[in-house]
C-alpha cells in the first residue's frame, strides 16, 4: 500500500523548526496569492512553463505537487512567494520552509528532466509594490537526491502508521453496526439517503424531524462509507455550541460500541476559547507556548494521535503536556483526524482552515451541514465587511505617529462620502473607489508599521486593521450579490458619524463551489421549507437530491392552537399584553409544568413577563437577558426540571429558539407571540428590493421564510421524542393565513383558539 503526500504538506511536516511566530502576517489574501502568481509569470519570456505537475516516489511515498514554474532556457526552477511587508522581518524558520519546498521540487524536476545540475529561485513578490526579490542558487542532482530521501525518510515512520491506521479504520467502519438496539422512525431513511448521496456523490438537503437523531443518523453513513468511497475525512459542521456538542456526544456513542473503528474525532473551537494566553502575542519571544513549538510538536501529535476523541479538554490536556499551543496544535491535527466538528467557518469562510488543506492535499471529504437552515445568514454575515467611523476616529488618536497621516486619508475620504449623502440611510450598486483605495493603502502602512515595530499595535488598532483587509477582501468580490450601504447617526447639528457596510445578499457564490468541492455534502435541518429559497440562497447543485423524512410524531401529541383574535404587529402591542398575560396564565393554571413563551423583542418580552409577575405572582418565571454569556444560557436551561413549574421567556430566534433539548416534563408547551418577521428597516427593505430583483420574491425571502422557520423552530423544542406530549400555541391572526399555515409543519393538526379571558 502507497503513501501519497503533496510537496508542501511533507515540507510543513518535516522542514518546520522552531518558534511559531504570527508577526510576518497577515499574509495575502489566496486571491491576492493568485493574482501575484499570474503576475510573476506574465513577467517571465514565452517559454517559461507555470504550474509544473511533478511526482517521485521513494519506497512506498509517493510525493506530487505543482512547482511555480519552471524556465528551461536558463534550467530554472521558480517557488514563488507572495507577502506584503518588510522581507528582512520574516522569521528564519519560514525562510528554510520556502528552501526545502524549492529543494523538493527541483529533485523532482531533475528526475523528470533527466538533470544533473538545476538553478532554485525563491522568488517574493510584494503584493503592494509589486516588486520582486529573487534569490537564486545552483544545486546538482546529487545534492537534492539525499535531501529529499532524508525528509521522506523523516515522514515515512508517520506514513507508515497512517497507513495501518486508515486501514484498520476502513476495515472496522465497513463492519460498523448501528450503535443503538434499532432505528427510531425516520432514521432509517435518512441514513440511507446519506449513503446514497455519498455514494453517487451528488448533495443531499434532508428535512427531518427533530427528534429522529439527526445527528447520529447522518455521522453512521459516513463512517460506513468510508471505506467504498474511499473518504479521507468527514466534516461534520455546526453553526452553534450545542450542535458541536451533540455530534460529539453521537461521536462518542459510536466510539463506545462493541466493534468501533479506531477513527480520531478532533473538536475545533475558536482561538479565543482555546487561548491559553490571551495578553500575549502568537511569537516565541511572547508567549511561553509559541517558543520552540515546531520543535515539540511532533511529540504532542504523536501523543494526540493516540486518542480517539481529540475535545477541547482531552486536546488541551495534550498541548499543555507537550508545552505546544493548543490552538495550533487542533489545526494540526485537523490534517489527521478522520472526523472533524467544527463550525461553519472552518469550511465556509473566505480563509476557512479545512477547506484549504482539502484543497490543498486533494483529500476526499464529505460534508454534514447541522442545522442548515442558519448557513443562509451565517454565509451572509462571512462574505460581508463593515467599518464604524467611531472606531476610526478612536484608534487615529491614539495611533503611532507613522500611521496618522494614512488614517487621516481614510477619514477625509469617508466624509467625502457620507457627506453627499442626504438621508440617515442610503444603498448603493458600487463599492467606494477612492475610500478603497486610501483603506488598501492604509492597510499597506499598518503592515509596514507591524514589521518594522514586532511588539505590534494596540489592540483596538490592531482590530480595526484586520476590519480593514476584510472590507477590502470583500470589495474585490463585489457584485449584484451585494449591496453597499452608508448609516449615518448625528451627533449634533454640524457633526455626524456613519457606518459603511459590505453587504453580502445572496451567499450562494461562494457557499455553492464549496459543496460541490465535496465527494458529497449533506444540508439537514428539522426546517428547510420551501426548497427553493434555500437551494436559490445556498447555491445547491442542479442534481441535488432532496428529501422530507416523515415525522415519528403523531397530531395526538401535539396540540397547535392559532390564537387568532391577538395581533402582534407593532402598532397593536399595548393591546396585545393584557390577553397574552391571561392565554399563559389559563393554559398554566390547566396543566401546570414548564413552558416557554417567545418573542419578538426584548422590550416585549419584558412588557409581558412584568405584567405576568403583577397580575399573577404565583407562575414562577425567568427570562432571557440581553448578552447572555454560556454560563447564564445554562443557569436558564437548568430552571426546566422534571418536576418545575414556570415559564421561560425567551426571544424569538436567539439562544433558545433552536439546538436545546428539553425532553419530557422538562418542557411541556410553547407560546410564540410573534410571527418571527425580520424588522422593517430600511436594510430589510433593501433586501426586499433586492430578492425581488434576483427571485421575484422580495417579501417572502426576506421576511416571511425566514420568519415562519424561526416559529417552526422554536415549536420544535417540545415534542422531542415518541413519548413526549404538549402544546404550542400560535399568537397572531397572521398564522390563519392559507400562505402560512403552508408552511407548518404536515403533521400538525391545528385548531383555533377562542380567548377565555380577554379584557
Same mark, same amino acid.
Given at each position: 500500500?502507497?503513501?501519497?503526500?503533496?510537496?508542501?504538506?511533507?515540507?510543513?511536516?518535516?522542514?518546520?523548526?522552531?518558534?511559531?511566530?504570527?508577526?510576518?502576517?497577515?499574509?495575502?489574501?489566496?486571491?491576492?496569492?493568485?493574482?501575484?502568481?499570474?503576475?510573476?509569470?506574465?513577467?517571465?519570456?514565452?517559454?517559461?512553463?507555470?504550474?509544473?505537475?511533478?511526482?517521485?516516489?521513494?519506497?512506498?511515498?509517493?510525493?506530487?505537487?505543482?512547482?511555480?514554474?519552471?524556465?528551461?532556457?536558463?534550467?530554472?526552477?521558480?517557488?514563488?512567494?507572495?507577502?506584503?511587508?518588510?522581507?528582512?522581518?520574516?522569521?528564519?524558520?519560514?525562510?528554510?520552509?520556502?528552501?526545502?519546498?524549492?529543494?523538493?521540487?527541483?529533485?523532482?524536476?531533475?528526475?523528470?528532466?533527466?538533470?544533473?545540475?538545476?538553478?532554485?529561485?525563491?522568488?517574493?513578490?510584494?503584493?503592494?509594490?509589486?516588486?520582486?526579490?529573487?534569490?537564486?542558487?545552483?544545486?546538482?542532482?546529487?545534492?537534492?537526491?539525499?535531501?529529499?530521501?532524508?525528509?521522506?525518510?523523516?515522514?515515512?515512520?508517520?506514513?507508515?502508521?497512517?497507513?495501518?491506521?486508515?486501514?484498520?479504520?476502513?476495515?472496522?467502519?465497513?463492519?460498523?453496526?448501528?450503535?443503538?438496539?434499532?432505528?427510531?422512525?425516520?432514521?432509517?431513511?435518512?441514513?440511507?439517503?446519506?449513503?446514497?448521496?455519498?455514494?453517487?456523490?451528488?448533495?443531499?438537503?434532508?428535512?427531518?424531524?427533530?427528534?429522529?437523531?439527526?445527528?447520529?443518523?447522518?455521522?453512521?453513513?459516513?463512517?460506513?462509507?468510508? $471505506?467504498?468511497?474511499?473518504?479521507?475525512?468527514?466534516?461534520?459542521?455546526? $453553526?452553534?455550541?450545542?450542535?458541536?456538542?451533540?455530534?460529539?456526544?453521537?461521536?462518542?456513542?459510536?466510539?463506545?460500541?462493541?466493534?468501533?473503528?479506531?477513527?480520531?474525532?478532533?473538536?475545533?473551537?475558536?482561538?479565543?476559547?482555546?487561548?491559553?494566553?490571551?495578553?500575549?502575542?502568537?511569537?516565541?519571544?511572547?508567549?511561553?507556548?509559541?517558543?520552540?513549538?515546531?520543535?515539540?510538536?511532533?511529540?504532542?501529535?504523536?501523543?494526540?494521535?493516540?486518542?480517539?476523541?481529540?475535545?477541547?479538554?482531552?486536546?488541551?490536556?495534550?498541548?499543555?503536556?507537550?508545552?505546544?499551543?493548543?490552538?495550533?496544535?487542533?489545526?494540526?491535527?485537523?490534517?489527521?483526524?478522520?472526523?472533524?466538528?467544527?463550525?461553519?467557518?472552518?469550511?465556509?469562510?473566505?480563509?476557512?482552515?479545512?477547506?484549504?488543506?482539502?484543497?490543498?492535499?486533494?483529500?476526499?471529504?464529505?460534508?454534514?451541514?447541522?442545522? $442548515?437552515?442558519?448557513?443562509?445568514?451565517?454565509?451572509?454575515?462571512?462574505?460581508?465587511?463593515?467599518?464604524?467611523?467611531?472606531?476610526?476616529?478612536?484608534?487615529?488618536?491614539?495611533?503611532?505617529?507613522?500611521?496618522?497621516?494614512?488614517?487621516?486619508?481614510?477619514?477625509?475620504?469617508?466624509?467625502?462620502?457620507?457627506?453627499?449623502?442626504?438621508?440617515?440611510?442610503?444603498?448603493?450598486?458600487?463599492?467606494?473607489?477612492?475610500?478603497?483605495?486610501?483603506?488598501?493603502?492604509?492597510?499597506?502602512?499598518?503592515?509596514?508599521?507591524?514589521?518594522?515595530?514586532?511588539?505590534?499595535?494596540?489592540?483596538?488598532?490592531?482590530?480595526?486593521?484586520?476590519?480593514?483587509?476584510?472590507?477590502?477582501?470583500?470589495?474585490?468580490?463585489?457584485?449584484?450579490?451585494?449591496?453597499?450601504?452608508?448609516?449615518?447617526?448625528?451627533?449634533?447639528?454640524?457633526?455626524?458619524?456613519?457606518?459603511?457596510?459590505?453587504?453580502?445578499?445572496?451567499?450562494?457564490?461562494?457557499?455553492?463551489?464549496?459543496?460541490?468541492?465535496?465527494?458529497?455534502?449533506?444540508?439537514?435541518?428539522?426546517?428547510?421549507?420551501?426548497?427553493?429559497?434555500? $437551494?436559490?440562497?445556498?447555491?445547491?447543485?442542479?442534481?441535488?437530491?432532496?428529501?422530507?423524512?416523515?415525522?415519528?410524531?403523531?397530531?395526538?401529541?401535539?396540540?397547535?392552537?392559532?390564537?387568532?383574535?391577538?395581533?402582534?404587529?407593532?402598532?397593536?402591542?399595548?393591546?396585545?399584553?393584557?390577553?397574552?398575560?391571561?392565554?399563559?396564565?389559563?393554559?398554566?393554571?390547566?396543566?401546570?409544568?414548564?413552558?416557554?413563551?417567545?418573542?419578538?423583542?426584548?422590550?416585549?418580552?419584558?412588557?409581558?413577563?412584568?405584567?405576568?409577575?403583577?397580575?399573577?405572582?404565583?407562575?414562577?418565571?425567568?427570562?432571557?437577558?440581553?448578552?447572555?454569556?454560556?454560563?447564564?444560557?445554562?443557569?436558564?436551561?437548568?430552571?426546566?426540571?422534571?418536576?418545575?413549574?414556570?415559564?421561560?421567556?425567551?426571544?424569538?430566534?436567539?439562544?433558545?429558539?433552536?439546538?436545546?433539548?428539553?425532553?419530557?416534563?422538562?418542557?411541556?408547551?410553547?407560546?410564540?407571540?410573534?410571527?418571527?418577521?425580520?424588522?422593517?428597516?430600511?436594510?430589510?427593505?433593501?433586501?426586499?428590493?433586492?430578492?425581488?430583483?434576483?427571485?421575484?420574491?422580495?417579501?417572502?425571502?426576506?421576511?416571511?421564510?425566514?420568519?415562519?422557520?424561526?416559529?417552526?423552530?422554536?415549536?420544535?423544542?417540545?415534542?422531542?421524542?415518541?413519548?413526549?406530549?404538549?402544546?404550542?400555541?400560535?399568537?397572531?391572526?397572521?398564522?390563519?393565513?392559507?400562505?402560512?399555515?403552508?408552511?407548518?409543519?404536515?403533521?400538525?393538526?391545528?385548531?383555533?383558539?377562542?380567548?377565555?379571558?380577554?379584557?
Amino acid at each position: 500500500m502507497s503513501y501519497s503526500i503533496a510537496v508542501r504538506a511533507l515540507c510543513e511536516f518535516t522542514a518546520k523548526v522552531g518558534d511559531l511566530d504570527l508577526r510576518f502576517t497577515p499574509s495575502p489574501t489566496a486571491l491576492e496569492g493568485i493574482v501575484g502568481h499570474r503576475t510573476v509569470a506574465s513577467r517571465r519570456n514565452e517559454g517559461y512553463q507555470s504550474e509544473v505537475a511533478l511526482a517521485g516516489q521513494y519506497q512506498n511515498l509517493t510525493v506530487k505537487g505543482r512547482a511555480d514554474g519552471y524556465d528551461p532556457g536558463q534550467n530554472c526552477l521558480e517557488e514563488v512567494k507572495t507577502y506584503r511587508g518588510d522581507l528582512s522581518k520574516q522569521p528564519a524558520n519560514h525562510r528554510q520552509l520556502h528552501w526545502a519546498q524549492a529543494k523538493v521540487y527541483g529533485w523532482l524536476m531533475c528526475c523528470k528532466l533527466d538533470l544533473e545540475q538545476i538553478n532554485l529561485a525563491l522568488v517574493y513578490f510584494d503584493i503592494v509594490s509589486e516588486k520582486e526579490t529573487c534569490l537564486l542558487e545552483a544545486f546538482s542532482a546529487a545534492q537534492l537526491k539525499p535531501f529529499f530521501e532524508e525528509h521522506c525518510e523523516r515522514f515515512l515512520h508517520w506514513a507508515e502508521q497512517e497507513m495501518t491506521h486508515r486501514e484498520a479504520r476502513n476495515r472496522a467502519a465497513q463492519q460498523l453496526a448501528f450503535p443503538h438496539a434499532g432505528f427510531r422512525p425516520g432514521q432509517r431513511h435518512l441514513a440511507e439517503s446519506v449513503f446514497k448521496a455519498v455514494s453517487t456523490g451528488r448533495c443531499l438537503m434532508a428535512q427531518a424531524p427533530t427528534g429522529i437523531g439527526k445527528t447520529v443518523g447522518t455521522l453512521f453513513p459516513m463512517l460506513k462509507a468510508l $471505506a467504498p468511497q474511499q473518504l479521507d475525512k468527514v466534516f461534520f459542521l455546526t $453553526a452553534k455550541t450545542p450542535g458541536r456538542k451533540l455530534a460529539l456526544d453521537a461521536a462518542q456513542v459510536i466510539l463506545d460500541s462493541a466493534d468501533a473503528p479506531p477513527l480520531r474525532v478532533l473538536e475545533m473551537v475558536a482561538r479565543d476559547k482555546a487561548c491559553e494566553h490571551p495578553d500575549k502575542a502568537c511569537h516565541g519571544e511572547s508567549c511561553p507556548l509559541a517558543q520552540g513549538f515546531y520543535d515539540r510538536l511532533p511529540a504532542a501529535r504523536q501523543a494526540a494521535s493516540g486518542l480517539n476523541l481529540l475535545n477541547q479538554g482531552a486536546l488541551r490536556q495534550v498541548a499543555l503536556e507537550h508545552m505546544v499551543c493548543p490552538y495550533y496544535l487542533s489545526q494540526e491535527m485537523a490534517r489527521w483526524a478522520d472526523v472533524v466538528v467544527a463550525d461553519y467557518n472552518y469550511y465556509f469562510d473566505f480563509s476557512a482552515l479545512l477547506f484549504g488543506l482539502a484543497q490543498a492535499n486533494h483529500w476526499t471529504v464529505a460534508v454534514l451541514v447541522d442545522e $442548515a437552515h442558519n448557513l443562509v445568514e451565517r454565509g451572509r454575515q462571512m462574505y460581508s465587511a463593515s467599518l464604524d467611523q467611531s472606531t476610526l476616529n478612536g484608534v487615529r488618536k491614539t495611533a503611532p505617529e507613522a500611521l496618522k497621516k494614512p488614517l487621516q486619508r481614510v477619514n477625509r475620504e469617508w466624509n467625502a462620502l457620507h457627506n453627499l449623502q442626504s438621508g440617515a440611510y442610503q444603498a448603493y450598486d458600487k463599492a467606494p473607489e477612492k475610500l478603497l483605495q486610501a483603506l488598501s493603502s492604509c492597510g499597506a502602512s499598518i503592515g509596514d508599521y507591524l514589521n518594522d515595530h514586532p511588539q505590534g499595535l494596540d489592540s483596538a488598532l490592531q482590530s480595526f486593521y484586520f476590519e480593514m483587509l476584510q472590507f477590502c477582501r470583500v470589495a474585490e468580490l463585489f457584485d449584484e450579490q451585494f449591496l453597499f450601504d452608508i448609516s449615518k447617526r448625528d451627533l449634533d447639528r454640524k457633526r455626524c458619524l456613519s457606518q459603511l457596510c459590505l453587504r453580502n445578499v445572496v451567499p450562494a457564490g461562494f457557499i455553492g463551489p464549496r459543496l460541490t468541492a465535496a465527494r458529497t455534502t449533506v444540508l439537514f435541518s428539522a426546517t428547510l421549507s420551501p426548497r427553493h429559497y434555500y $437551494a436559490d440562497l445556498l447555491g445547491t447543485p442542479a442534481n441535488t437530491v432532496c428529501i422530507d423524512v416523515e415525522s415519528p410524531f403523531h397530531a395526538d401529541q401535539l396540540q397547535v392552537h392559532i390564537v387568532n383574535q391577538i395581533s402582534t404587529r407593532f402598532v397593536h402591542r399595548e393591546a396585545s399584553l393584557a390577553p397574552i398575560v391571561e392565554l399563559i396564565a389559563n393554559q398554566f393554571t390547566q396543566r401546570p409544568g414548564n413552558y416557554l413563551a417567545f418573542f419578538s423583542s426584548f422590550d416585549y418580552l419584558q412588557q409581558v413577563a412584568q405584567l405576568l409577575a403583577e397580575r399573577h405572582p404565583q407562575i414562577k418565571l425567568w427570562s432571557q437577558s440581553r448578552g447572555m454569556g454560556e454560563a447564564q444560557r445554562q443557569d436558564f436551561l437548568d430552571r426546566f426540571t422534571e418536576d418545575g413549574e414556570g415559564v421561560g421567556f425567551a426571544v424569538l430566534g436567539g439562544a433558545f429558539g433552536e439546538g436545546i433539548d428539553l425532553p419530557g416534563a422538562r418542557l411541556i408547551g410553547a407560546f410564540i407571540a410573534t410571527l418571527g418577521l425580520a424588522q422593517l428597516n430600511p436594510v430589510n427593505e433593501q433586501l426586499k428590493q433586492r430578492m425581488a430583483a434576483i427571485f421575484g420574491a422580495g417579501y417572502d425571502y426576506t421576511y416571511l421564510f425566514p420568519g415562519v422557520q424561526k416559529v417552526v423552530q422554536a415549536a420544535g423544542r417540545v415534542i422531542r421524542n415518541e413519548q413526549d406530549e404538549g402544546v404550542v400555541m400560535l399568537i397572531d391572526d397572521r398564522f390563519g393565513e392559507h400562505k402560512v399555515r403552508q408552511l407548518l409543519p404536515r403533521w400538525w393538526s391545528i385548531a383555533p383558539t377562542n380567548l377565555r379571558s380577554a379584557p
